[in-house]
């Protein structure tokens, strides 16, 4: 079988090529992207493809880089194909950015690269990787202490990441040739009287790819000769193996997301904790991704805190990660969000005012900078069954109208808050223990409407208790009805 008819039979079984795509090839004017070029110029005859080529100089080698552009855009020229260059100084960008020149320079090409297929409405995006990159990536990775989704290496079909537009539709990453050993790439090249550029960078050491290819591979022939093929077995079981578990994370996903957004992602603490150890890792990797498009500078350690934290902290306990990113435990959440981040409130009757708020008994209060206000009525304790005194909500309660008298005031808490909540027998309960013990969230606490009299004296903590000294008793005869309603 031809180099060409491997490739297309790879590119059928993995759907990386369809009838009339437009694909942007990046060519660097090596032997792996030649050889990708001229396979898929084979194959635009038969499967109708527009090919446009797309250089992107590093400017890492002077001259070198200059010749390998006029090297690509004169063999663009020669095949009749649309072509795209740009020079970058991707050294000073590494050090702007302070990391290393090679993950820079993967950075730059592959933002150029996306750059070229929206502004020629490309489909597809195709690289040269081969399947000696990808044994060298299975390798890398797993000397770095990659899980399952790592030792997969590289995949058929990547989704892209673009770092100026999130919400773009963005092409499809395709790699025909990783399937394909270099032997048989240059065994074309030689077949077909291409004649490569050679990128000199590609023999320095200082380069940890490198290192790999030219040092530890060779090492570890001698231990296994067919380490090659042991790496690629190990990559293939890893993605059959990555795909159930992805299968199994989209059912617990559902079972343990409580509300998601651009800037935040909530979880049910509880449905979370019981989780297997692998998905609760798996999930908050999930989490981290949507949030920042990738899990790059996030490595095992730091899943590893927040699974710690996550089962064995107190609530309010969180922790940074990167990417600006901070973990909250709450009592029944997990918030995963942006640095500052401010969980947005539920429409509940909130009092945004410091300054106490005198009700109109009966009649109606409305609250400040709410679309809640407050009904009252006073009734004859006669005229209601005690089966009507008992269809309280959390926003309507019926007190003695005697015990709480005249002008009852709307406040927010205060230190040294006491009450008797109901229930207790009169025992007294600092407010503070109460909305610890109630799990109030700490963020709604402040803003909880307090029903006080005018001595101060809390009657009702709205929403959540009245206070035992102002419940209806055999001796009340008048009753005082308070409702929240929203408009």
């Not at 998905?279 to 999930?286: A, I, P, V």
């Not at 990660?321 to 709450?330: A, D, F, I, M, Q």
């Not at 959390?394 to 808050?417: C, H, K, T």
């Not at 223990?433 to 799990?439: H, L």
Request: contains cysteine; proline residues 5%.
């Amino acid at each position: 079988m031809s180099l060409l008819e491997q490739v297309t039979t790879y590119s059928q079984t993995h759907n990386l090529i369809t009838l009339g795509d437009k694909i942007v090839i990046g060519v660097s004017g090596g032997a792996d992207s030649l050889c990708l070029l001229a396979l898929l110029k084979e194959m635009a005859l038969l499967l109708d493809l527009r090919l446009h080529v797309a250089h992107l100089n590093h400017g890492l080698r002077s001259q070198a880089s200059d010749d390998d552009a006029a090297f690509v855009a004169e063999l663009a020229k020669k095949w009749r194909l649309a072509y795209t260059s740009q020079k970058e100084d991707a050294a000073a960008w590494a050090k702007k950015k302070k990391q290393s020149l090679e993950e820079t320079a993967r950075q730059l090409r592959y933002d150029f690269l996306v750059e070229v297929a929206r502004d020629v409405d490309a489909n597809k995006i195709a690289v040269g990787h081969n399947a000696n990159d990808q044994i060298e990536t299975v390798l890398m990775h797993f000397l770095r202490g990659a899980g399952v989704a790592g030792l997969r290496g590289m995949l058929p079909v990547s989704p892209l990441e673009y770092r100026a537009e999130k919400t773009a539709k963005l092409p499809a990453l395709i790699r025909p040739l990783l399937n394909t050993l270099r032997g048989d790439i240059e065994a074309y090249n030689r077949q077909h009287h291409l004649a490569p550029r050679f990128d000199q960078s590609n023999l320095d050491k200082t380069f940890f790819r490198n290192r790999l290819r030219y040092e530890l591979l060779p090492i570890l022939e001698n231990y296994n000769p067919n380490i090659h093929q042991s790496l690629q077995k190990t990559a293939n079981l890893m993605t059959a193996n990555h795909d159930i578990l992805q299968n199994e994370l989209e059912r617990v996903w559902r079972f343990v997301l409580k509300s998601q957004n651009e800037q935040a992602i909530t979880l049910d603490r509880q449905d979370w904790q019981v989780l297997p150890l692998a998905m609760q890792r798996l999930s908050l990797r999930k989490a981290i991704q949507t949030l920042r498009k990738n899990l790059r500078n996030i490595d095992f350690s730091h899943i590893e805190q927040l699974v710690t934290l996550l089962n064995n902290g107190k609530t309010g306990d969180g922790i940074d990660l990167p990417k600006n990113l901070r973990v909250t435990l709450g009592y029944n959440t997990i918030t995963l969000a942006d640095k500052p981040y401010q969980s947005p409130l539920p429409n509940l009757p909130y009092l945004h005012s410091e300054t106490p708020i005198i009700t109109t008994i009966p009649g109606i209060t409305t609250l400040p900078k709410s679309a809640w206000y407050i009904h009252t009525n006073l009734i004859i304790r006669s005229t209601l069954s005690d089966h009507a005194l008992t269809q309280r909500t959390p926003w309507r309660v019926y007190l003695d109208a005697a015990a709480v008298g005249d002008n009852p005031i709307l406040r927010s808490r205060q230190p040294g808050d006491i009450f008797q909540p109901f229930g207790l027998n009169g025992k007294r309960q600092k407010l503070k223990d109460f909305m610890i013990n109630q799990k109030i969230p700490i963020e709604q606490r402040a803003l909880t409407p307090l029903l006080v009299t005018k001595n101060g004296k809390i009657c009702w903590v709205c929403g959540w208790r009245i206070d035992h000294r102002y419940r209806i008793t055999e001796q009340t005869q008048r009753v005082l009805s308070v409702e929240f309603k929203f408009k």
